[in-house]
């Protein structure tokens, strides 16, 4: 799945998880995607 695509839902998620209290740990999750995709990109 591309990546770009897979954020925005992931975002999306995020929105819902808001909700439930889960926010901190899902952003870390993008965080870290971003991270990667950075580094393959730069890379």
Do not use: T
């Not at 808001?18 to 890379?43: F, I, N, P, T, W």
């Amino acid at each position: 799945m591309e990546y770009r695509r897979w954020r925005a839902s992931a975002l999306v998620h995020m929105e819902n998880w808001a909700a439930k209290g889960c926010r901190g740990e899902m952003s870390s999750v993008v965080a870290k995607a971003d991270g990667l995709a950075r580094r393959r990109q730069s890379g």
